[in-house]
């Protein structure tokens, strides 16, 4: 492998210290350029197509994932078996190259590799591998559960879109057009030093009245909104904090989360999950398992389970309850660096490294689908509270909205110039509600899902609207790269952090929500 794509690999995430700083490399991603466009050369739009097929063209060629196997397709195919610093994903990504160059020589499609690699110099096909392992029983029941769970969830999301699809659509655009308006009042309210080292990312609680900031040096700061004074400092990870998670409805009044339970959950990069309480400093229980970095932690909607993503290259799922380990998913090449659940609890995405993102169906364990055009890692994912579209930021610069139901990419924002670190899809207090209607009894459009935010390489956070995926407001601030970024569900609040050991709470210059 070449010793820069391995320096690159081995670093391969934007809060690494000593990555690679993409802010000041110009990039020519940050807006969609169809291929007609004016004033793109004919040669380098063709050029940039071609890239895209061809990794498309890649990642449809079946590779075994058992490295036994991959060394001796290596061996069939006359090439080494082993370079020098070569892991099992280096020796399975340049499997794939080699049989895409293949491809590309006979003039064939992927399928046609696809029927050559199920042969191995014993003979024996792909019918004698085995795919999966038996899950525990308690894995099986937690399948069940999420069903159970689910289901209700989305016949009730079901239930209110159908009412939102009568609303004239004269009622939309005067909506859009005013939540637009107040977007653009957005500016800077406040800032903190929260450390001596770089904040990795931050997360608003439920009730939007404190931010929890994860930093370098392991520590978790809870900050008061809008003051941002030090509430309290969990202190437990040995390394980086990179995945931070609160508990859903979590600080909620009127629930039935007590701030003795579980309210906030974190990962870090010495590979251990720490479950906290807002009673003390010390985490309550430790879920132990990964053996890389631990990246991004989620809570399932009904806050029985916990997902993480690691550099293990796995994603796994745990029972909160018994700080059990339910499921270890494979399926990546690479680091696994993001994930998120949908509304309705059912469905996973998974992103890392390799660039491809995957979305699994959790009550049977299988993939639904393949996110496959971003062109360089993917570090952010977030489902939009309609439960079909998810969007994806990349070191590509490019945001990325894809459609369940459609199978396929609908649409794509050049976000922000270098790369993408996080995004976050605004899910309001009206995400699951009714829609609510007028004096008139006529029904009323949500603002929930009305936008997005993102930040990344090129020191800004950046406000698109959701329905034309226009840039409506730019937020600049940080002098080094945003690592992460949050919205209150009430709108009154965006929260940001990055390389300059800054949190940054912007607002309104009237103080209101949108």
């Known amino acids: 492998m070449h010793p820069s794509r391995r320096a690159y690999v081995e670093e391969g995430a934007p809060d690494d210290e000593d990555g690679v700083d993409l802010a000041n490399i110009p990039v020519d991603h940050d807006h969609f350029v169809p291929a007609n466009a004016a004033g793109i050369a004919p040669e380098k739009a063709s050029a940039i197509i071609s890239q895209f097929e061809r990794k498309r063209r890649a990642a449809a060629i079946a590779v075994p994932t058992d490295d036994g196997r991959v060394r001796q397709q290596l061996r069939s195919m006359g090439q080494p078996i082993t370079l020098f610093g070569e892991g099992p994903g280096d020796r399975r990504d340049r499997l794939r190259e080699l049989l895409t160059q293949q491809a590309e020589e ?63 659509l004269r009622t939309h655009i005067k909506h859009r057009k005013a939540i637009k308006e107040r977007l653009a009042d957005f500016e800077l309210f406040g ?50 904090v990179g995945g931070v998670s609160w508990y859903p409805n979590a600080t909620l009044p009127g629930t039935r989360v007590s701030p003795e339970s579980v309210n906030l959950a974190t990962g870090g990069g010495e590979g251990s999950i720490h479950l906290w309480n807002l009673a003390q400093d010390t985490p309550i229980s430790t879920l132990s398992g990964h053996t890389g970095r631990v990246c991004r932690v989620d809570f ?4 029985q389970y916990l997902a993480s993503a690691s550099f293990d290259t796995t994603w796994r799922l745990w029972d909160v309850n018994t700080a059990t380990e339910l499921l270890l998913q494979e399926g990546h090449s690479r680091e696994v660096y993001a994930l998120s659940f949908n509304t309705d609890g059912s469905l996973l995405a998974s992103a890392g490294l390799d660039s491809i993102g995957r979305i699994w169906d959790l009550r049977t364990g299988r993939t639904v689908m393949i996110l496959d055009k971003h062109i360089k890692d993917i570090y952010a994912l977030d489902w939009n509270y309609d439960g079909h579209r998810i969007l994806s930021g990349s070191g590509d610069g490019f945001a990325r909205c894809w459609d369940l139901r459609l199978v396929r990419e609908a649409g794509v924002i050049g976000a922000n110039r270098g790369g993408v670190t996080d995004l976050r899809w605004f899910k309001g207090e009206d995400c699951m509600l009714p829609p609510a209607r007028d004096e008139k009894g006529e029904v009323q459009p949500k603002k929930t899902g009305t936008f997005f935010i993102s930040g990344g390489f090129d020191k800004n956070v950046k406000v698109f609207s959701a329905d034309d995926w226009a840039l409506e407001k730019t937020l600049s601030g940080h002098s080094g790269n945003v690592l992460g970024v949050d919205v209150t569900r009430d709108a009154r609040w965006i929260a940001s952090c990055g390389h300059d050991r800054t949190v940054k709470l912007w607002g309104r210059d009237d103080g209101e929500s949108v």
């Open 106 to 168: 006979a003039g064939g499609g992927g399928d046609l590799q696809m029927q050559e690699m199920t042969q191995d110099d014993t003979g024996q096909g792909d019918q004698d591998e085995e795919f999966y392992t038996e899950g525990m029983s308690e894995l099986c029941e937690a399948r069940r559960a999420i069903a159970r769970y689910s289901l209700p969830q989305a016949k009730a999301r079901i239930a209110n879109q159908t009412i939102e699809s009568t609303i004239p």
């Open 300 to 303: 399932h909607p009904s806050g």
């Open 191 to 240: 800032t903190q030093i929260a450390g001596d080292r770089p904040v990795s990312l931050v997360r608003f609680s439920p009730s939007g009245e404190t931010i929890a900031a994860g930093n370098w040096s392991g520590g978790v700061r809870l900050l008061s909104v809008p003051n941002l004074d030090d509430e309290r400092v969990l202190r437990g990870h040995t390394d980086r």
